[in-house]
Protein backbone atom coordinates (compact mmCIF):
# COMPACT_ATOMS: atom_id res chain seq x y z
CA UNK A 1 0.00 0.00 0.00
CA UNK A 2 1.59 3.62 -0.62
CA UNK A 3 2.08 5.97 1.61
CA UNK A 4 0.76 9.58 1.67
CA UNK A 5 3.97 12.25 1.40
CA UNK A 6 2.54 15.52 2.96
CA UNK A 7 4.98 17.57 1.63
CA UNK A 8 5.73 19.25 -1.65
CA UNK A 9 9.46 18.47 -1.71
CA UNK A 10 10.53 17.36 -5.16
CA UNK A 11 13.70 16.28 -3.04
CA UNK A 12 11.84 13.68 -0.33
CA UNK A 13 9.56 12.20 -3.36
CA UNK A 14 13.06 11.61 -4.88
CA UNK A 15 14.41 10.02 -1.98
CA UNK A 16 11.26 8.08 -1.33
CA UNK A 17 11.78 6.54 -4.82
CA UNK A 18 14.95 5.85 -4.36
CA UNK A 19 14.25 3.78 -1.59
CA UNK A 20 11.37 1.40 -3.35
CA UNK A 21 8.63 3.42 -1.28
CA UNK A 22 5.36 3.43 -3.26
CA UNK A 23 3.77 6.79 -2.32
CA UNK A 24 1.14 9.84 -3.39
CA UNK A 25 2.41 13.30 -2.97
CA UNK A 26 0.01 15.58 -1.73
CA UNK A 27 -0.31 17.87 1.27
CA UNK A 28 -2.16 20.76 2.75
CA UNK A 29 0.23 24.05 3.69
CA UNK A 30 1.06 24.76 7.45
CA UNK A 31 2.78 28.48 8.27
CA UNK A 32 5.48 27.86 10.62
CA UNK A 33 6.38 31.50 10.30
CA UNK A 34 4.73 31.59 13.75
CA UNK A 35 6.43 29.25 15.54
CA UNK A 36 8.57 29.88 19.00
CA UNK A 37 11.71 27.61 19.85
CA UNK A 38 14.81 28.33 21.46
CA UNK A 39 16.65 25.17 20.03
CA UNK A 40 16.77 23.24 16.65
CA UNK A 41 15.29 20.55 17.45
CA UNK A 42 11.82 22.03 19.36
CA UNK A 43 11.81 24.30 16.24
CA UNK A 44 11.71 21.60 13.88
CA UNK A 45 9.62 18.81 16.01
CA UNK A 46 6.87 21.85 16.13
CA UNK A 47 6.96 22.33 12.53
CA UNK A 48 6.45 19.03 12.10
CA UNK A 49 3.97 18.52 14.82
CA UNK A 50 1.58 21.54 13.15
CA UNK A 51 1.89 19.89 9.32
CA UNK A 52 1.06 16.61 10.81
CA UNK A 53 -2.25 17.85 12.36
CA UNK A 54 -3.01 19.88 9.45
CA UNK A 55 -2.76 16.98 7.01
CA UNK A 56 -4.14 14.51 9.48
CA UNK A 57 -7.62 16.79 9.74
CA UNK A 58 -7.40 16.66 5.65
CA UNK A 59 -6.49 13.22 4.97
CA UNK A 60 -6.44 11.11 7.97
CA UNK A 61 -4.27 7.72 7.48
CA UNK A 62 -7.01 5.31 7.21
CA UNK A 63 -6.84 5.09 3.53
CA UNK A 64 -3.45 5.62 3.14
CA UNK A 65 -0.55 5.80 5.89
CA UNK A 66 0.19 9.89 6.42
CA UNK A 67 3.99 10.72 6.28
CA UNK A 68 4.84 14.34 7.09
CA UNK A 69 8.66 15.88 7.67
CA UNK A 70 10.35 18.96 7.98
CA UNK A 71 13.97 20.12 8.19
CA UNK A 72 15.60 22.59 9.56
CA UNK A 73 19.62 24.08 9.28
CA UNK A 74 21.56 25.46 12.36
CA UNK A 75 24.94 26.40 12.52
CA UNK A 76 27.13 29.01 14.92
CA UNK A 77 23.87 28.52 17.47
CA UNK A 78 21.94 29.76 14.70
CA UNK A 79 18.84 28.47 13.27
CA UNK A 80 18.79 28.80 9.38
CA UNK A 81 15.36 28.93 8.12
CA UNK A 82 14.36 29.53 3.90
CA UNK A 83 16.11 32.36 2.77
CA UNK A 84 13.93 35.10 1.59
CA UNK A 85 16.19 36.78 -0.48
CA UNK A 86 19.56 36.20 -3.02
CA UNK A 87 21.34 38.19 0.33
CA UNK A 88 19.59 36.54 3.08
CA UNK A 89 20.59 33.54 1.00
CA UNK A 90 24.64 34.73 1.07
CA UNK A 91 24.12 35.48 4.61
CA UNK A 92 23.00 32.11 6.17
CA UNK A 93 25.77 30.31 3.59
CA UNK A 94 28.24 32.21 4.78
CA UNK A 95 27.35 31.09 8.27
CA UNK A 96 27.55 27.75 7.47
CA UNK A 97 31.30 28.44 5.33
CA UNK A 98 33.95 26.54 6.83
CA UNK A 99 32.28 25.83 9.97
CA UNK A 100 30.33 22.80 11.59
CA UNK A 101 26.51 22.74 10.34
CA UNK A 102 23.74 20.46 11.77
CA UNK A 103 20.75 19.55 9.18
CA UNK A 104 18.33 18.00 11.42
CA UNK A 105 15.16 16.76 10.00
CA UNK A 106 12.25 15.54 11.99
CA UNK A 107 9.36 13.44 10.37
CA UNK A 108 6.03 11.60 11.66
CA UNK A 109 4.62 8.49 10.19
CA UNK A 110 0.97 7.23 11.13
CA UNK A 111 -1.11 4.30 10.22
CA UNK A 112 -3.18 2.17 11.01
CA UNK A 113 -0.76 -0.22 12.89
CA UNK A 114 1.92 2.67 13.83
CA UNK A 115 2.92 5.89 14.63
CA UNK A 116 6.59 6.81 14.43
CA UNK A 117 7.85 10.02 15.55
CA UNK A 118 11.50 10.57 14.86
CA UNK A 119 14.47 13.04 14.77
CA UNK A 120 17.62 12.49 13.38
CA UNK A 121 20.45 14.72 12.92
CA UNK A 122 22.89 15.08 10.39
CA UNK A 123 26.31 17.09 10.48
CA UNK A 124 28.90 18.39 8.08
CA UNK A 125 31.95 20.37 8.43
CA UNK A 126 32.71 22.46 5.24
CA UNK A 127 35.43 23.60 3.75
CA UNK A 128 35.58 27.79 3.07
CA UNK A 129 33.05 28.33 0.28
CA UNK A 130 34.49 29.79 -2.76
CA UNK A 131 32.83 33.15 -3.25
CA UNK A 132 33.00 32.36 -7.36
CA UNK A 133 31.00 29.19 -7.04
CA UNK A 134 28.41 30.64 -4.19
CA UNK A 135 27.79 33.65 -6.35
CA UNK A 136 26.63 31.44 -9.32
CA UNK A 137 24.87 29.51 -6.74
CA UNK A 138 22.90 32.42 -5.85
CA UNK A 139 22.31 33.48 -9.47
CA UNK A 140 20.78 29.38 -10.01
CA UNK A 141 18.18 30.22 -7.84
CA UNK A 142 18.34 26.46 -6.21
CA UNK A 143 18.74 27.51 -3.14
CA UNK A 144 14.78 28.68 -3.32
CA UNK A 145 12.97 26.81 -0.89
CA UNK A 146 15.78 24.84 0.89
CA UNK A 147 16.10 24.58 4.98
CA UNK A 148 19.80 27.47 5.72
CA UNK A 149 19.87 27.26 1.62
CA UNK A 150 21.82 24.24 1.36
CA UNK A 151 22.45 21.06 -1.00
CA UNK A 152 24.10 19.19 0.05
CA UNK A 153 23.43 17.01 -3.28
CA UNK A 154 24.20 19.72 -5.21
CA UNK A 155 26.08 23.48 -4.45
CA UNK A 156 27.71 22.21 -0.73
CA UNK A 157 29.01 18.86 -2.07
CA UNK A 158 32.06 19.92 -2.93
CA UNK A 159 32.60 21.31 0.60
CA UNK A 160 32.58 18.76 2.60
CA UNK A 161 35.19 17.62 4.78
CA UNK A 162 33.29 15.63 7.13
CA UNK A 163 30.32 13.70 7.81
CA UNK A 164 28.19 12.46 10.49
CA UNK A 165 24.70 10.77 10.04
CA UNK A 166 22.97 9.73 6.72
CA UNK A 167 22.45 12.27 3.66
CA UNK A 168 19.19 11.12 3.66
CA UNK A 169 18.67 13.04 6.42
CA UNK A 170 20.17 16.45 5.43
CA UNK A 171 18.40 15.84 2.51
CA UNK A 172 14.67 16.52 4.14
CA UNK A 173 13.60 12.64 5.34
CA UNK A 174 15.31 9.63 7.07
CA UNK A 175 14.44 7.02 4.55
CA UNK A 176 16.81 4.45 6.77
CA UNK A 177 14.68 4.87 9.55
CA UNK A 178 11.34 4.58 7.87
CA UNK A 179 12.03 1.99 6.10
CA UNK A 180 13.25 -0.04 9.40
CA UNK A 181 9.62 0.65 10.66
CA UNK A 182 7.20 0.46 6.75
Request: aromatic share 10%.
Amino acid sequence: MPIRLCSSSQTRALLLNAAGIDFIQESVDFDEENIVAHSPKNFVYQATLGKYEANLKAFGYEEYPLLVADTVVTSQGHILRKAKCKDDARNILMTQSGNITSIITCMIYQSKQKKIIDISQTDYIFEDFNQEDLEQYLESGEWRGKAGACMVEGFCKSYIKEVKGFESTAMGLCVEVLKSFK
